[in-house]
């Protein structure tokens, strides 16, 4: 591809997903939480940035790579909560394990854990193989909902999302 034709294609590319972007856009602004001065994250400039390329990703349309790294963001905001008390031991659990530890440490109701729980096991099939058509895969959850894959996974990351704002809310001051 030339330089023309790389023009043509993002121009092409704007025009039709723009409408699309928008809608993802003012749907993020709807839900995002409100703070009166910005967000404390534990995890520093790391943790920022998943939380940003997950906003991006997400008005881009990129839904797998949304769930990713909205779980990321969650993961590493609970592990470096834990390890600023001193909980070194869980510096490389598993977001299951930090969900556990979050919960017995009173940081989560159970709603909240089933919450988390079910966002973390939306974005497992994604980093971690499954059969063809395995029990928690999107294409198996297409065929038996009847939806299309992609919709299934923009349903996902907006899920996905709303608990990464949960998070978030958390960290508002």
């Keep these: 591809m030339n330089r023309s034709e790389a023009h043509k294609w993002i121009e092409h590319e704007d025009a039709i997903a723009r409408p699309d972007r928008i809608a993802r856009l003012e749907w993020l602004a709807s839900k995002y939480p409100a703070s009166d001065l910005g967000f404390m994250l534990n995890g520093g400039w790391l943790s920022l940035r998943l939380l940003e390329e997950a906003r991006y990703c997400f008005a881009y349309g990129q839904f797998l790579a949304t769930a990713i790294l909205g779980v990321a963001f969650i993961e590493r905001v609970f592990a470096a909560r834990f390890y600023a008390t001193g909980r070194d031991d869980l510096e490389r659990a598993g977001s299951l394990d930090l969900l556990r ?56 990351a907006r899920e996905i999302l709303k608990s990464v704002f949960r998070v978030l809310q958390r960290c508002a001051v």
Excluded: C, M, Y
């Design 101 to 156: 530890e979050a919960l017995k440490s009173k940081w989560l109701s159970q709603e909240e854990f089933d919450q988390f729980d079910k966002v973390r096991r939306l974005r497992n099939p994604i980093v971690h193989f499954r059969r063809p058509l395995g029990p928690d895969t999107i294409e198996r959850r297409a065929v038996q909902s009847d939806t299309h894959p992609d919709e299934l996974a923009e349903t996902d």
